[in-house]
């Protein structure tokens, strides 16, 4: 098992990083470099294109700094010669970040000679204490997480104690190629996953969505919710913000009748403080109602979440993001995630609204952004807006990967899979389709002209949980031959089989 290290070893990375990109790269602007649960990362503003063919040069420069043996060592500027030294070397986000500061002695720390950066600490004694670091990938954020502020380059990585670590480490992600939704999407039938990574959904993997939807759905009561489709693909949040609240004013909805309850669905490809997360379906439960009003309000919402994700099985922590937790709303969430046992980190952001980031960590320790909550005041209404947002394609992916492509039966892309023997009993499995399909499970006829022996075991390729063969014994006696995991069980009756499905998939 990999060995952990400490948060001053991943810290020291992260300067160690930020200096390699600043050798590399002309004019290159930092902004911040943060340990993370995973490892650390480094924002850079860079005037070249940086993609994730430019990381082995940049990680070869990180080592070769590691290997330098330099030392790490705290040195102290008064405030206004801290914020001129920082413009005359072009560090324009660093210089923004001492004016948020309140101290007059800020507290810088140098690598070697040759690297200064804005920061507290900790740090170990020199860089080769840091260990074995490599870099996991690279993506596009924005300055302090804002999609309205300058687009910066995000790179992302990680510290070991060893090498032996280290490729215990790559192991596991050889072992995640394998089983990542991409290649279990083709396996299974699912989907193509394009270069962009979005993902083309097959009829199959269309199934598995609805289902997921319907989970949602249900345990929020969608009937209770005004539905709003919106075609447009958003480039982010708030341009859905901006429609939603035109369609709001359009629908004349009186502040006065609350609570209003609204379902939006939709395409968005840019989330707030950049969570790593693009191009995925949404679906948006909104719930507008007054202030004073809030706590009954939030409290039942998130109970329906809540069902939700634990009719998937998941188990999940959270994000609480707020520029002030002695905040009224940022205190009541904590405290009702507290009373949930949900674990949950506060993140001090400046920003106006409140955020609740739902997450969950893998067994190869990818974390996976779920849904979020977004708490937003309406202006002079004395009314707060109240928006569970689930991601609708990366739960998707979660499960998939997760169940390592074999969905649980109550998510099961096809229930029942009806295999006639000779083709004068297709008639005989069509009724019995249309039987299961108006008691509402997804069935199939398979009346393609193979084998029975090849349909059976195809179906078995794509774990279908029911396998019905049908012949003369059969359409004698309105039953079906019933194949589950592999094996016959044996004559069993249309209603008995319907009670029989309706158990195993928890309808």
């Known amino acids: 098992m990999t060995s952990k290290v400490s948060d001053a070893q991943k810290h020291s990375a992260a300067h160690v990083l930020a200096m390699a990109v600043c050798r590399i790269y002309k004019n290159v602007k930092i902004g911040v470099g943060p340990v993370t649960k995973e490892g650390f990362y480094y924002d850079f503003d860079i005037e070249e294109d940086v993609d994730s063919d430019e990381l082995p040069k940049i990680e070869g420069e990180l080592n070769k700094i590691i290997q330098s043996n330099s030392r ?41 000679e040759e690297f200064v950066d804005l920061c507290r600490g900790p740090h170990v004694a020199s860089t080769n204490q840091i260990g074995v670091v490599t870099l996991t ?35 596991l992600q050889e072992d995640l190629k394998e089983k990542n939704f991409e290649n279990l999407s083709l396996k299974y039938h699912y989907g193509i996953v394009d270069k962009e990574n979005d993902v083309v959904l097959t009829e199959r993997g269309t199934a598995i969505y609805n289902k997921i939807e ?83 309000g939030f409290g039942d919402q998130f109970e329906n979440l809540l069902k939700a994700l634990k009719s998937l099985n998941i188990d999940f922590s959270a994000d609480i993001y707020s520029s002030d937790f002695e905040d009224s709303y940022a205190k009541q969430i904590s405290n009702f995630l507290q009373r949930k046992i949900i674990s949950h980190n506060k993140v001090i952001k400046n920003t106006k609204d409140t955020y609740v980031f739902i997450k969950v960590n893998d067994v190869y320790e990818k974390e996976w952004i779920l849904a979020d909550l977004k708490l937003h005041e309406v202006e002079r209404k004395q009314v707060i807006l109240t928006s569970f947002n689930v991601y609708l394609t990366e739960v998707w992916k979660y499960l998939v990967e997760g169940n390592e492509g074999i969905m649980p039966d109550y ?43 090849r349909k059976i075991k195809e179906a078995e390729t794509l774990k279908i949980p029911f396998q019905l063969i049908v012949g003369q014994k059969e359409e004698a006696s309105s039953s079906v031959c019933l194949r589950e995991n592999g094996k016959d069980t044996g004559l069993i009756g249309l209603d008995s089989l319907i009670v029989k499905i309706n158990e195993t998939l928890r309808r």
């Open 214 to 296: 319907k989970i949602f759905e249900s345990n929020f009561n969608a009937p209770e919710f005004k539905e709003i489709a919106l075609t447009k693909s958003y480039s982010n949040e708030l341009e859905l913000d901006s429609s939603f609240n035109s369609i709001i004013k359009f629908d004349n909805s009186s502040y006065r009748d609350f609570p209003h309850k609204y379902i939006l669905k939709s395409n968005i490809s840019s989330l707030s403080f950049s969570k790593s997360i693009k191009k995925i379906g949404l679906l948006s439960f909104r719930y507008l109602n007054r202030t004073s009003d809030f706590t009954q």
């Open 137 to 171: 990938k690279i993506e596009k954020s924005h300055w302090n997480d804002d999609p309205t502020r300058p687009q910066m380059v995000r790179i992302y990585g990680k510290a070991f104690r060893t090498i032996d670590d280290l490729m215990e480490y790559k192991k």
């Open 411 to 453: 998510l099961s892309p096809i229930d029942v899979v009806c295999i006639p023997i000779r083709k004068k009993y297709y008639e005989y499995g069509k009724k019995v389709v249309e039987t299961l399909r108006t008691e509402g499970f997804n069935a199939i006829l398979n009346n393609r002209a193979k084998s029975m022996n």
């Open 72 to 112: 790490f060592q705290q040195v102290f500027l008064q405030r206004d010669q801290a914020i001129n030294l920082l413009l005359q070397r072009g560090q324009i986000y660093k210089a923004e970040l001492i004016r948020g500061i309140p101290d007059q002695e800020i507290s810088f720390f140098k690598t070697g």
